[in-house]
Nanobody, 126 residues
Framework: QVQLVESGGGLVQPGGSLRLSCAAS????????LAWFRQAPGKEREFVSA????????YYADSVKGRFAISKDNAQKAVNLQMNSLRPEDTAVYYC???????????????????WGQGTQVTVSS
């Protein structure tokens, strides 16, 4: 069972930046897709970004394109989400998710991910 541990959430003013990290316990992540989802109070969990460990293909929700950047750290077996130009509507609990064998068309679907982190709160407020 792969364990995912997130870190890096917090409170930031609008326009500010935060960096989230997600460390995976698995020794080999070949064929693994790691993604970030978020859930605001009273709303459904929504896709934010994803990266395929093999090849490094990245995916972004339209709402975060140009502001967020996902990257992987091979040595640390971790994925990072750099969030810039944060807006109040980015406020949510951010979850790291991962799974093997996620096909491209299912990248945005939270039901396709088997492993989940505990979540980290991101609050954007003045």
């Amino acid at each position: 069972q792969v364990q995912l541990v997130e870190s890096g959430g917090g409170l930031v003013q609008p326009g500010g930046s935060l960096r989230l990290s997600c460390a995976a316990s698995e020794r080999s992540l070949s064929g693994y897709t790691l993604a970030w989802f978020r859930q605001a109070p009273g709303k459904e969990r929504e896709f934010v970004s994803a990266i395929r460990w093999s090849g490094g293909t990245t995916y972004y929700a339209d709402s975060v394109k140009g502001r967020f950047a996902i990257s992987k750290d091979n040595a640390q077996k971790a994925v990072n989400l750099q969030m810039n130009s944060l807006r109040p509507e980015d406020t949510a609990v951010y979850y790291c998710a991962g799974s093997y064998g996620v096909i491209v068309s299912s990248t945005y679907n939270p039901n396709m991910y088997r492993h989940w982190g505990q979540g980290t709160q991101v609050t954007v407020s003045s």
